[in-house]
């Protein structure tokens, strides 16, 4: 077991092994993706949900996820999140490679690395914010006054700091989702994974929770991937991965789709494909005329 599960060694938790080196350390990146395939079996019928996914995505980059219904985007999503492990192919986390852990160190790995924002909150009802936020610093061994000294900041941190003692039920759904952002930061993770994050807010309260992930994302470096159908969210992105029936069709900064939805810049990408294949097809009738030309002048 290598030094990084030393702290945790207490608690009984198992860190996954990861190299230390100076090249580990200087990684630019935080996810990398390699030929990643995902085969669900459903009945005698094989579902191919992922077709061979090559991503990379920076260390305190913002990725937004994009892609219709049954496109593969949640199943990519999940498989960045630890949440899912690839039929073929590797997904390194922070350089390490999920298909190779066992429940154990997964776990470890993600209670430490990952914090994850849903759509529908999945706080406690019974519990306060506060006991919602500290829930998975319990998981991770922490000392109550630490828990209750964090909880507390982070909750400040995204203004609920006078909703410490209020229960789901009392807060409005933008304030659930601020209660969700503080729990997702509670282990400081290299990684928030935001689940359509604004699905269910209206206009005004998803451009605040929009503009708070941004601003945690630039102040703490924290890398944000989201999968969103939002607009206002993927104009936030550093980049935008676009998924299509198992495949990424284009990873392009969000100013490149313009004004565009997500099925109007595929359109525009296919008609640039086609006008491109047409020259091809141009280009090789005016080669085999050429060859013609000059085989019948021989």
């Not at 498989?79 to 390490?96: A, C, H, R, S, W």
């Not at 190779?100 to 406690?124: H, M, P, S, V």
């Amino acid at each position: 077991m290598s030094s990084i599960a030393t702290a945790d060694a207490q608690n009984g938790a198992a860190a996954p092994a990861v190299s230390t080196s100076d090249d580990y350390r200087a990684s630019e990146h935080i996810v990398r993706v390699r030929g990643v395939k995902r085969v669900y079996k459903i009945g005698e019928v094989l579902v191919h949900a992922l077709r061979g996914i090559d991503l990379d995505i920076k260390r305190g980059e913002f990725m937004a996820i994009m892609g219709p219904s049954g496109s593969g985007k949640s199943t990519l999503f999940n498989m960045v999140g630890g949440l899912d492990k690839p039929t073929d192919g590797t997904v390194f986390i922070d350089e390490v490679d999920i298909a190779q852990l066992d429940a154990g160190e997964l776990a470890w790995l993600r209670c430490r690395k990952i914090g994850y924002i849903f759509q529908t909150f999945n706080l406690i009802p019974v519990m306060t914010a506060l006991e919602n936020v500290t829930l998975p610093m319990i998981f991770a061994g922490a000392s109550v006054d630490e828990q209750m000294e964090k909880g507390k900041r982070l909750l400040e941190t995204v203004g609920l700091g006078d909703r410490l003692y209020n229960k789901p039920g009392q807060l409005s759904g933008g304030q659930q989702q601020r209660v969700a952002i503080a729990r997702a930061l509670a282990n400081d993770p290299a990684i928030i994974l935001a689940d359509e994050p604004t699905g269910n807010l209206d206009q005004k309260v998803g451009e605040e929770i929009i503009q708070m992930l941004k601003r945690l994302n630039k102040e703490s470096g924290v890398t944000i991937i989201t999968a969103t159908h939002d607009d206002k969210m993927y104009k936030r992105a550093d980049r935008v991965s676009i998924v299509i029936d198992g495949e990424i069709q284009a990873v392009v900064p969000p100013e490149q789709l313009g004004d565009n939805t997500v099925d109007g810049f595929l359109a525009q990408l296919k008609e640039e494909k086609d006008a491109a294949a047409i020259k091809d097809l141009e280009t090789a009738a005016e080669v085999t005329a050429t060859n013609a030309a000059i085989t019948g002048e021989g």
